[in-house]
């Protein structure tokens, strides 16, 4: 990532707060000598009031939800004290997003086809449950809007906060922000549709321009490569935005009106995230758009000729080594990070030679 986003705490946390309930204090507890009832979530009276409130209801999504609770309550009456130790171990690894994106030895995160290898029941009731916990049909419904929030009113507070105005996953497309009326969707960073437990954890939800979202990243997994094999991948709300990313370019071209992607290599390294910076380069597909950034007419050539207008009165010396300067005290504006080495690929490569006075 270019840089990381600063968590927003919000009201909508609730949903994952009544999930935690349920898990621990509902399921987990669950014996054959306590049958299921309404009078389990006395202690978490919001809870409770949605799911009355969806047994009076007809919505398909609280129909849903309520089902799902009493038959994974009667599953885990089955389970033996030790199998639910097991379960607990993979909630609270699969919830911990960022332990997992360090890939920490500690925390392992279970699938659910792991999942069904072990009780193909609970694996099926929990992916025909969590991935649609962030769905209109449930969270956008009145009775849990009333209590939680709504998505509009978290993404209003988040952009307040994170206010770059571009998305840290790419660094080059702009984030829509709160004077306009469309909003960035939120990317699941470990996919729902892969990882139970965690879909309503806004740990593990950020938003993501619609090239990085649905065009790159899609239902790829940063914290698995596509041998399956763990590998580290940037948080991202890690709290250090010191990530010492460094970004060369080199031009194999000697006419920039001729210049294409091909003759550009990009060489992006980190020191101190060597594996993070690998794992977002591949998720992302970050060399190849960059590529095609600096090869565009609107972008990489633009910044080229701008340099060239600007030396009427100053040596092309002089008016890099400004430029220069404006561009690293706004390294995220107007992809500068990008055009920075950019121009000194064109310096380097002496396509400015004939212009210095």
């Given amino acids: 990532m270019i840089f990381s986003y600063k968590y927003v705490p919000h009201t909508m946390e609730k949903m994952q707060q009544f999930l935690d309930y349920i898990f621990y204090k509902v399921w987990c507890r669950a014996s054959v000598s306590t049958p299921y ?3 389990l979530f006395n202690k978490k009276y919001q809870l409770k009031n949605i799911i ?5 209801d007809d919505t398909k999504g609280g129909d849903l939800f309520n089902k799902t609770i009493e038959e994974v309550y009667k599953i885990f009456q089955t389970y033996t004290k030790k199998q639910k130790e097991e379960v607990k171990k993979w909630y609270k690894s699969n919830n911990n997003i960022e332990q997992l994106c360090i890939n920490n030895p500690n925390m392992t995160a279970i699938t659910y086809n792991q999942l069904a290898l072990i009780d193909l029941g609970l694996s099926e009731k929990f992916k025909n449950f969590f991935p649609k916990l962030y769905g209109k049909d449930i969270i956008g419904l009145k009775v849990i809007k009333d209590v939680i929030g709504n998505i509009d009113s978290h993404y209003e507070k988040f952009i307040e906060k994170n206010g770059e105005g571009i998305c840290p996953f790419c660094g080059i497309n702009d ?3 709160n004077y306009v009326h469309t909003r960035e969707a939120y990317d699941h960073y470990l996919p729902k549709e892969k990882y139970p437990f965690n879909s309503i954890n806004f740990k593990n939800l950020a938003p993501m321009c619609n090239k990085c979202n ?6 790829q997994n940063p914290i698995l490569n596509k ?3 763990s590998r580290k991948a940037f948080y991202p709300y890690h709290t250090h935005n010191n990530v010492d990313i460094n970004i060369s370019l080199t031009i194999n071209a000697i006419d920039m009106n001729k210049l294409i992607e091909s003759d550009i290599d990009v060489n992006i390294t980190s020191i101190s995230y060597s594996e993070e910076t690998e794992t977002w380069k591949d998720i992302f597909y970050i060399t190849e758009r960059y590529q095609q950034k600096c090869a565009s007419k609107a972008h990489g050539k633009y910044w080229y000729l701008q340099i060239i207008d600007e030396c009427k009165d100053d040596a092309i010396v002089d008016i890099l080594r400004k430029k220069y300067r404006q561009i690293l005290s706004s390294p995220f504006a107007d992809n500068n990070f990008l055009r920075k080495p950019f121009l000194e690929a064109c310096e380097a490569k002496g396509l400015f030679e004939d212009r210095i006075e």
Avoid: A, C
């Fill in 227 to 229: 041998k399956s094999v």
């Fill in 175 to 177: 984030i829509d922000g």
């Fill in 37 to 39: 009832s309404f009078e």
């Fill in 214 to 219: 649905s065009s790159n990243k899609l239902r």
């Fill in 52 to 56: 009355v409130s969806f047994h009076y």
